[in-house]
């Protein structure tokens, strides 16, 4: 099955500055790559999302980029602020098994 | 909307004790799905179900029971609980699954 890795598993960042983190998916077949932002005591809620049909995609200050050659693809969070603190999980699908597998989390810390 | 609801938010079981954790969406929603979440594990997917009559085994199956009698409803049943099994459980619903998952606010469980 498909198997991806995240990293880094913390994240300390001063508010303003960027945040980027960066997973890795086994599955070449894999076509479809989530991002969630669980915050404490939440669940996990969808915050952007790319297709392998596109590299990069943005959504105000978050924007995700995806390299299909190197089955990588990262989050960058600009301009960071205290609510950006959580726990981040990519994840990836391909779709035809109906699952989708997320990696172990990022928790970030914005510093005020 | 109510969107995903689960119950209990918090269970404490005996080892062997069963339950069904309940899981509730009001999206008409094809897609639900299982998750546990573990400290540096992730989300890890136990059973999902493509639409009402249909499940299936996700990553850890081994000591879950789902049923999907409904559209609406997908509950998760612990037939003897294990130590093992201590861990926060996630519901979560989608229109597909590469599609936006919606997930509830979890349930803790604790089997001493």
């Known amino acids: 099955g498909e198997n991806v890795e995240q990293h880094p598993s913390t994240l300390s960042v001063q508010e303003g500055d960027s945040a980027v983190i960066k997973c890795t998916y086994s599955?070449?077949?894999?076509?479809?790559f989530p991002w969630y932002k669980q915050e404490l005591g939440k669940g996990p809620q969808l915050i952007i999302d790319?297709?392998?049909?596109?590299g990069e995609k943005k959504d105000q200050r978050i924007a995700v980029t995806l390299n299909k050659t190197a089955k990588h693809f990262s989050l960058h969070i600009t301009e960071t602020q205290p609510e950006d603190s959580a726990v981040y999980f990519c994840?990836?699908?391909?779709?035809?098994?109906?699952?989708?597998?997320f990696g172990a989390g990022t928790t970030v810390t914005v510093r005020a | 909307n109510a969107g995903v609801t689960q119950t209990p938010k918090f269970q404490v079981l005996k080892t062997g004790q069963s339950m069904t954790l309940q899981c509730a969406q009001d999206?008409?929603?094809?897609?639900m799905s299982w998750y546990r979440q573990d400290p540096g594990m992730g989300l890890r997917l136990i059973h999902y179900s493509v639409g009402a009559g249909i499940t299936d085994q996700g990553e850890v199956p081994n000591g879950y029971n789902v049923s999907r009698s409904t559209t609406e409803d997908f509950p998760l049943r612990l037939l003897s609980a294990a130590p093992s099994q201590t861990s926060v459980y996630f519901c979560?619903?989608?229109?597909?699954?590469?599609?936006?998952?919606?997930f509830g606010p979890g349930t803790r469980l604790l089997v001493l």
């Open positions: 994840a990836a699908s391909r779709g035809n098994d109906y699952k989708l597998s």
């Open positions: 599955d070449s077949a894999s076509n479809y």
């Open positions: 790319i297709r392998s049909n596109v």
């Open positions: 979560a619903s989608s229109r597909w699954i590469q599609e936006t998952q919606y």
């Open positions: 999206m008409n929603h094809e897609y």
